[in-house]
């Protein structure tokens, strides 16, 4: 038997649509985990003889598609409080991973961890996002840097998705640094996660997407690309951590292979963002990061905008440059440190987040045939979502057409 339809109604509706359409007195009908109809509720459908909706009345609340968290590292143990720590005094982000801290620090911490242990230290991460109305994450590996460590962080994602209400895509980033089996050779180990773990990982199912940290303290454009072209062989999507620190040219190499995405960007050029725009490759920036490092380069949002190219925002959650669990502060992050408008931030973390996963198909906006995962927000504009700081306004998670708990 077809499972009821349920009607949410007297609802303020930001569609998240290309437009940003807002619907004021909105109403959806969805049916299982799907949305069925989503319009302005005077021109609701009859309903069906026999079939009566599922009412249920927002009084008028606002209501947006299920927050999407495109970019995070959340599957890691162990902390880098105390880089922190030399950092504010001083040293720099790069000068710690030359002295093998930074990824290397966790990646010791990664593999010392067990299944079970990298599980319960990953999870409360992931709770705190899902509580304020995130219902899809992304999560790279990166840390383990051998074949049965980063197998191990794959699964752990996968456990997560499992175990909680939530969709999680998983990246594949063993080309985060080169680990110590490796040291000055990272052509050999390019070649070897190309040619062995990548091919070993996807046959179990445990890739969505292959990334590259592409950095003067990562891995050349020629490398990036050596792992690109194996990825695109299997019939993976590419991303790239492109122009963080300095401007490598990635973000051009990334994009004549139709990257989803290119994240950070501090350091692109008006060149870039074109280039961005004419592939369909999203620009995710990473305000969190940003921040957490005392950057003083941001990245080219005035040609970014100027060029068309579809703008995301993401947590970045990880122990070393964003040891954040809040999407909503990365909205108000990508807001006033970035100079985003409120309208580009909601954008952000829905459509255009959903694209740099590649499930425009499926999530990020509030129409018929997308998931039916959204929000109720106890605010008085949409706004509030990027204005609040530390204070969560949400109201009820809908996920799969289900009320979470
Ligand atoms: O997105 N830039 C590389 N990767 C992460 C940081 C990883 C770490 O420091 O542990 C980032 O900022
Ligand atoms: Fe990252």
Known sequence: MAEALKLWRNAQLATCDDSMRVIERGAMLTRGGRIEWVGAEANLPAAPSGDPYEQHDLGGAWLTPGLIDCHTHLVFAGTRAGEYAQRLRGRSYAEIARSGGGILATMRAVRGASP?????????????????????????????????????????????????????????????????????????????????????????????????????????????????????????????????????????????????????????????????????????????????LADDHKPPIAALRAAGTSLAIASDCNPGSAPATSLLLTMSMGTRLFGLTSEEALAGVTRNAARALGLQGERGTLATGQAADFVIWNVGSIEELGYWIGFNPRRTVVRAGRILP
Request: proline share 5%.
């Open 116 to 292: 079970q242990e990298l599980f319960e230290a990953s999870a409360p991460r992931l709770q705190a996002l899902l509580a304020e109305g995130v219902t899809t994450v992304e999560i790279k590996s990166g840390y383990g840097l051998t074949l049965p460590d980063e197998a191990k962080m794959l699964r752990t994602a996968r456990a997560l998705e499992q175990a909680y209400p939530v969709t999680i895509k998983t990246t594949f980033l063993a080309a985060h640094t080169v680990p110590p089996e490796f040291t000055g050779r990272a052509d050999a180990y390019i070649d070897t996660i190309a040619k062995e773990w990548l091919p070993a990982l996807h046959s179990e199912g445990l890739i969505d997407a292959v990334d590259v940290f592409c950095e003067s303290i990562g891995f050349s454009v020629a490398q990036s690309e050596r792992l690109f072209d194996a990825a695109i062989a299997l019939k993976l999507p590419v991303k790239m951590h492109a122009e963080q620190l300095t401007n490598l040219g990635g973000t051009q190499m990334a994009t004549r292979h139709r990257a989803l995405s290119c994240d950070h960007l501090e350091y692109a050029t008006a060149a870039d963002a074109a280039a961005l725009a004419s592939a369909g490759t999203v620009a995710v920036l990473l305000p969190i990061a940003f921040y957490c």
